[in-house]
């Protein structure tokens, strides 16, 4: 069965310390990963995709890493704001061809706290 | 600037009372998703279409539907809401379907949330 499992299920830290998140995925075959970052209230925004040769990415202060051997991958933000606070979901597509079907972890909820 | 748009951000109905939630993309995507999310959970895919061709998901309720009359436009449609039903509801858009090694991002829009009385 394909899951994605996210740990921690949520993480307070200060403003400006750094964290890492944690994904963990059993999903076959394997296409691509994502990280979204969700804001209460609102939908998902996505902040990296990497495909299977790809080991890490990053967009500003958010850094992910992928291992394909033993299905992990990592989210670390750096120098956190406020505005970070917000549900962080690891999402992997599955797939080789045709239709990806997308499959989403429960998120790990950050708030980052003054 | 907004590029998947939803309306309303917020619904209420009663219970049994037919409800239609709206989006709308402004980046010409051929696939657009319905996604069901409930508090602390995953979004949960409803269904998809790329451009007309319509695709419900195994388990989907047929209390769900959906209608595509455009690129632009997609409509889903709750034809007897229960209290279950009550839940934050998103559109989604990307540019195709996706091939081997595809990397189109998904485009989600703001999402509606329901409640259901």
């Known amino acids: 069965k394909n899951q994605v499992e996210q740990s921690p299920q949520s993480l307070i830290i200060l403003e400006g310390k750094n964290c890492t998140l944690q994904?963990?995925?059993?999903?076959?075959?394997?296409?691509?990963l994502r990280w979204y970052k969700q804001d209460t209230g609102r939908g998902p925004v996505s902040l990296t995709i990497m495909t299977f040769s790809e080991n890490t990415k990053s967009n500003g202060r958010y850094t992910a890493t992928l291992d394909a051997d033993t299905k992990q991958s990592s989210l670390h933000i750096t120098a956190s704001q406020l505005s970070d606070s917000a549900s962080y979901i690891c999402v992997v597509s599955a797939g080789n061809t045709g239709f990806q079907k997308l499959v989403f972890g429960t998120g790990t909820r950050l708030l980052v706290s003054p | 600037d907004a590029m998947v748009i939803q309306n309303p951000r917020y619904q209420v109905t009663q219970f049994g009372k037919p409800v239609t939630l709206s989006c709308s993309q402004t980046?010409?995507?051929?696939?657009m998703y319905w996604y069901q999310q409930k508090s602390s959970q995953a979004p949960k895919l409803l269904f998809h279409?790329?451009?007309?061709?319509?695709?419900n998901e195994a388990d989907t309720p047929d209390n769900f539907q959906s209608r595509r009359p455009n690129t632009s436009f997609c409509f889903l449609d709750i034809r007897s809401p229960g209290l279950g039903d009550a839940a934050m509801y998103l559109c989604?858009?990307?540019?195709?379907?996706?091939?081997?090694?595809?990397?189109?991002?998904?485009?989600f829009g703001p999402g509606t949330r329901l409640t259901v009385l």
């Open positions: 994904c963990n995925y059993t999903v076959s075959p394997f296409s691509n």
């Open positions: 980046l010409n995507h051929n696939v």
């Open positions: 989604a858009t990307s540019r195709a379907l996706a091939a081997p090694k595809n990397t189109d991002t998904q485009y």
């Open positions: 279409y790329y451009d007309k061709d319509f695709n």
